[in-house]
């Protein structure tokens, strides 16, 4: 039945076992991948099945074929088998033995695992035609959703096939105690009724499971021990599912999330009209375990009425008591993260939709490494989907990823900064600071020496200068002169950081403003004042010669204040003297080469020499 060429890829199996039988041990494993999963993997031995008996094939190879046949939700689920040297594997969904866990089973998770065993055989008997034959705690596992499956189908036979022969070769490998005393000496009647076997199994399995538990716990349930304690005598396996125990509030929603393909749209807009209420009378543990992958099925997520009033309360775990979620944060991740990482796997529109339009509410619940390979991936698929709305929703959605794992990992590429902070009076840090002096701070300013800061709210300074030739010279007063020496800015850059204000009135602001300050004092260390030029027709740009190109860096905008003096007459030879001391400072002539000129005039050798300076 199974080859090594079925063998999962990416199994790792622990090597711990969970449970050893007489036919095979039971290992947990896990799937590594895209998409993990968690699984049972059933090894058989070639010694644990020896006795010559049971003859061939193997129990677990006739437990595999069984289970692989018989699909239902309330049995074992199959995933795979194959064979590997002398070994044989079975991969089924992830279980524990209800031994291991009985325990801790309250008596609602107990009601709804009976529930599911019942349901069970009733789908063997009337749909298969098939009895189990050993119905007992070893048989049944359970899931880590909290349900209850059926296994052991290695003891099962289709009714046709049931007789006395068939019943005392694996009476040895049967639980003694749920085999009836008057088995074989009633062999006709469990021929007229096959199902008389596993109701008296399910019985005791019933009475025991059930031996501790308080009667006030579930409606009917002391009704209910007593008839499994008679062994039902008088009722079948069918009418058992009408009884008190398990037709109360909870299990009436259990039934219903079952039965939900077969309900009418009246019933389910009803339903889950009032589903909510109703599960806040239920602990919600219980609730998540046992409803949580009914409550997130495909038929759930695609009803109208439970998108509107019941998803956004499930999709939403509560933070304190008084958020309107159903489950906290705890039980959430618990028992609807699991579950929700399958779902965004599903491929269908309306269902990723869903899941996006709801990401918000529940996004903080998974784990970083679960967004990150399993939550993201499927999210980037849907952007290149044709659908527009699909697209335009799964970008609103990876939105809500970015806080969580970075720009960096949702969108990938080279980032850089584009963007920069540009309201008023933003105070760059990390940067050197410049100085400028007002002779007239505000009077909210605090004149005394101190840091600025966000406590210096007082401080009043213009978002932007005026325009040219709109200042106002009563709102601003500065206190240096109109002159101004650009090359000072680059010097300033090495001033000491900080931000204050001084008695003098010296205001410390970042990059925002220029440095102005201690201009007369650079100005005469570095370079000599120049003299006053009284003739403005000597600055006529005609009369300058080519700079030297030798000559040092000068900056020639330092004097661009022009100095306007009273109209006096002045004397020829003392312009020239003027001239002679402006060509030491600069280096350059600012006027034709001195001649000596005749009379008070222009001659016409002067014109001469003009034309020929302009053809230069």
Same mark, same amino acid.
């Given at each position: 039945?199974?080859?090594?060429?079925?063998?999962?890829?990416?199994?790792?199996?622990?090597?711990?076992?969970?449970?050893?039988?007489?036919?095979?041990? &039971? &290992?947990?494993?896990?799937?590594?991948?895209?998409?993990?999963?968690?699984?049972?993997?059933?090894?058989?031995?070639?010694?644990?099945?020896?006795?010559?008996?049971?003859?061939?094939?193997?129990?677990?190879?006739?437990?595999?074929?069984?289970?692989?046949?018989?699909?239902?939700?309330?049995?074992?689920?199959?995933?795979?088998?194959?064979?590997?040297?002398?070994?044989?594997?079975?991969?089924?969904?992830?279980?524990?033995?209800?031994? #291991?866990?009985?325990?801790?089973?309250?008596?609602?998770?107990?009601?709804?695992?009976?529930?599911?065993?019942?349901?069970?055989?009733?789908? =063997? &008997?009337?749909?298969?035609?098939?009895?189990?034959?050993?119905?007992?705690?070893?048989?049944?596992?359970?899931?880590?959703?909290?349900?209850?499956?059926?296994?052991?189908?290695?003891?099962? +036979?289709?009714?046709?096939?049931?007789?006395?022969?068939?019943?005392?070769?694996?009476?040895?490998?049967?639980?003694?105690?749920?085999?009836?005393?008057?088995?074989?000496?009633?062999?006709?009647?469990?021929?007229?009724?096959?199902?008389?076997?596993?109701?008296?199994?399910?019985?005791?399995?019933?009475?025991?499971?059930?031996?501790?538990?308080?009667?006030?716990?579930?409606?009917?349930?002391?009704?209910?021990?007593?008839?499994?304690?008679?062994?039902?005598?008088?009722?079948?396996?069918?009418?058992?599912?009408?009884?008190?125990?398990?037709?109360?509030?909870?299990?009436?929603?259990?039934?219903?999330?079952?039965?939900?393909?077969?309900?009418?749209?009246?019933?389910?807009?009803?339903?889950?009209?009032? /589903?909510?209420? #109703?599960? #806040?009378?239920?602990?919600?543990?219980?609730?998540?375990?046992? /409803?949580?992958?009914?409550?997130?099925?495909?038929?759930?997520?695609?009803?109208?009425?439970?998108?509107?009033?019941?998803?956004?309360?499930?999709?939403?775990?509560?933070?304190?008591?008084?958020?309107?979620? =159903?489950?906290?944060?705890?039980?959430?991740?618990?028992?609807?993260?699991?579950?929700?990482?399958?779902?965004? +796997?599903?491929?269908?529109?309306?269902?990723?939709? =869903?899941?996006?339009?709801?990401?918000?509410?529940?996004?903080?619940?998974?784990?970083?490494?679960?967004?990150?390979?399993?939550?993201?991936?499927?999210?980037?698929?849907?952007?290149?989907?044709?659908?527009?709305?699909?697209?335009?929703?799964?970008?609103?959605?990876?939105?809500?990823?970015?806080?969580? /794992?970075?720009?960096?990992?949702?969108?990938?590429?080279?980032?850089?900064?584009?963007?920069?902070?540009?309201?008023?009076?933003?105070?760059?840090?990390?940067?050197?600071?410049?100085?400028?002096?007002?002779?007239?701070?505000?009077?909210?300013?605090?004149?005394?020496?101190?840091?600025?800061?966000?406590?210096?709210?007082?401080?009043?300074?213009?978002?932007?200068?005026?325009?040219?030739?709109?200042?106002?010279?009563?709102?601003?007063?500065?206190?240096?002169?109109?002159?101004?020496?650009?090359?000072?800015?680059?010097?300033?850059?090495?001033?000491?950081?900080?931000?204050?204000?001084?008695?003098?009135?010296?205001?410390?602001?970042?990059?925002?403003?220029?440095?102005?300050?201690?201009?007369?004092?650079?100005?005469?260390?570095?370079?000599?004042?120049?003299?006053?030029?009284?003739?403005?027709?000597?600055?006529?740009?005609?009369?300058?010669?080519?700079?030297?190109?030798?000559?040092?860096?000068?900056?020639?905008?330092?004097?661009?204040?022009?100095?306007?003096?009273?109209?006096?007459?002045?004397? =020829?030879?003392?312009?020239?003297?003027?001239?002679?001391?402006?060509?030491?400072?600069?280096?350059?002539?600012?006027?034709?080469?001195?001649?000596?000129?005749?009379?008070?005039?222009?001659?016409?050798?002067?014109?001469?020499?003009?034309?020929?300076?302009?053809?230069?």
């Amino acid at each position: 039945m199974g080859n090594e060429k079925s063998v999962l890829k990416g199994l790792e199996i622990d090597d711990k076992a969970l449970e050893i039988t007489d036919f095979w041990t &039971h &290992h947990s494993s896990k799937i590594q991948g895209p998409n993990p999963q968690n699984l049972s993997i059933f090894i058989s031995e070639p010694s644990l099945h020896s006795d010559a008996s049971f003859g061939k094939p193997s129990p677990l190879e006739k437990a595999a074929k069984n289970l692989m046949v018989h699909r239902h939700p309330y049995i074992l689920k199959y995933v795979s088998s194959w064979s590997k040297g002398s070994k044989f594997f079975l991969a089924t969904e992830e279980v524990k033995p209800l031994v #291991q866990v009985i325990g801790t089973q309250t008596t609602l998770q107990i009601c709804v695992g009976l529930y599911s065993i019942l349901g069970a055989l009733l789908f =063997l &008997h009337q749909k298969a035609s098939s009895s189990h034959n050993n119905v007992c705690s070893s048989s049944i596992y359970v899931t880590s959703e909290g349900g209850w499956k059926l296994g052991g189908l290695e003891y099962l +036979c289709q009714i046709s096939e049931l007789n006395l022969m068939y019943l005392r070769k694996i009476k040895m490998y049967r639980y003694e105690n749920a085999i009836s005393p008057d088995e074989e000496t009633s062999i006709q009647t469990i021929s007229d009724n096959p199902s008389a076997i596993d109701k008296y199994a399910f019985a005791v399995l019933a009475e025991d499971v059930l031996k501790i538990k308080n009667e006030d716990d579930v409606p009917g349930l002391s009704e209910f021990k007593q008839l499994c304690k008679e062994k039902l005598k008088d009722t079948t396996l069918d009418c058992l599912v009408h009884h008190p125990f398990f037709n109360h509030n909870f299990m009436n929603i259990y039934a219903f999330l079952t039965e939900l393909p077969l309900k009418n749209e009246n019933e389910k807009e009803e339903f889950f009209s009032k /589903l909510v209420s #109703q599960l #806040q009378n239920f602990p919600e543990k219980i609730v998540a375990e046992q /409803l949580g992958k009914l409550l997130l099925s495909r038929m759930v997520l695609l009803d109208a009425t439970a998108q509107t009033k019941f998803l956004p309360i499930i999709l939403k775990p509560k933070e304190n008591d008084d958020d309107s979620g =159903l489950l906290s944060i705890s039980t959430f991740q618990a028992c609807l993260v699991p579950q929700l990482l399958q779902v965004f +796997c599903v491929r269908d529109t309306p269902i990723r939709l =869903l899941l996006l339009l709801h990401l918000h509410l529940f996004v903080k619940t998974f784990q970083i490494e679960d967004l990150r390979h399993r939550v993201l991936p499927e999210l980037l698929v849907g952007i290149k989907d044709t659908d527009d709305y699909l697209v335009s929703t799964t970008l609103r959605a990876l939105a809500d990823l970015v806080p969580i /794992l970075g720009a960096a990992t949702v969108i990938g590429g080279n980032r850089g900064k584009l963007f920069t902070d540009g309201r008023p009076n933003k105070h760059q840090r990390n940067k050197k600071n410049r100085h400028v002096r007002f002779s007239s701070p505000c009077k909210s300013v605090n004149t005394t020496s101190s840091p600025i800061g966000p406590e210096m709210t007082g401080l009043c300074l213009p978002e932007r200068p005026s325009p040219d030739g709109g200042e106002d010279k009563s709102e601003t007063n500065f206190s240096f002169a109109e002159e101004e020496n650009w090359s000072d800015w680059d010097a300033q850059e090495n001033e000491s950081e900080g931000a204050a204000v001084t008695e003098s009135g010296e205001l410390v602001l970042t990059d925002e403003y220029v440095d102005v300050d201690r201009e007369d004092k650079l100005t005469s260390t570095r370079y000599p004042k120049k003299p006053i030029i009284s003739d403005i027709s000597e600055l006529d740009i005609k009369h300058l010669k080519p700079m030297n190109e030798n000559a040092e860096d000068i900056d020639f905008f330092t004097d661009m204040e022009p100095v306007i003096q009273k109209t006096q007459t002045l004397r =020829l030879d003392e312009a020239d003297e003027i001239e002679t001391e402006t060509k030491k400072v600069f280096n350059v002539s600012l006027a034709p080469t001195a001649t000596e000129v005749e009379g008070d005039g222009w001659t016409d050798g002067d014109l001469d020499d003009w034309d020929v300076e302009n053809k230069c």
